[in-house]
């Protein structure tokens, strides 16, 4: 059900008088979307449905501040995004080394042939992988690709340095680029 701007507006009018049934049909248009979001920031579903929920009362709680500039589904991702960022911020992932192995070999490649890895690939399939990364290098590579977050943004977020940013990034994109070529061989047999 796509909302046209005056029933968006009307909606939005109606939560910020405490309308319950407009608070609901906010809720059900944009909880989808917005779970879809912080599950690629959390790997627990429970604790994505739970950060998703809390990101929709205090979004009810700061819809004063919306003044229906830009775009009102940009505006709650942020919301979501920031509140996805605090639960993983709060659980003190060790951000300087993700796994026991040494990865320093492995070498960042984008050229146009990793590209093609991803073209093959159904996108439900690379999401799934994408999943599978670590939950630092899940974090910094939605926050890179997906988000757009510069590496000193990142580093301001997640309170590590520019350089352990761009490390984890590299990783992230290394162990995806593998992930998806161990899948292609396994599903090309």
Request: hydrophobic share 35%.
């Amino acid at each position: 059900m796509k909302l046209e701007k005056t029933d968006l507006h009307n909606i939005l009018e109606g939560c910020k008088r405490g309308d319950s049934d407009c608070q609901k049909l906010l809720f059900d248009k944009f909880f989808g979307k917005m779970l879809s979001i912080c599950r690629r920031y959390l790997t627990d579903d429970e604790e994505a449905k739970d950060v998703t929920q809390e990101s929709f009362i205090l979004m009810f709680n700061k819809l004063e501040a919306y003044k229906g500039e830009g775009s009102f589904e940009g505006w709650l991702r942020r919301i979501v995004v920031n509140k996805a960022i605090d639960t993983f911020r709060k659980k003190k992932v060790k951000t300087y080394s993700i796994d026991e192995h040494d990865w320093s070999d492995v070498k960042d490649t984008t050229d146009s042939e990793d590209e093609s890895i991803y073209n093959v690939i159904k996108p439900d399939v690379v999401i799934e992988h994408i999943q599978n990364l670590s939950p630092q290098y899940k974090t910094i590579f939605n926050l890179h690709v997906v988000e757009g977050y510069t590496h000193q943004q990142i580093s301001d977020e997640l309170k590590i340095s520019v350089g352990t940013s761009k490390s984890n990034l590299s990783k992230a994109r290394a162990r995806l680029k593998m992930s998806l070529t161990k899948y292609l061989k396994k599903v090309n047999v």
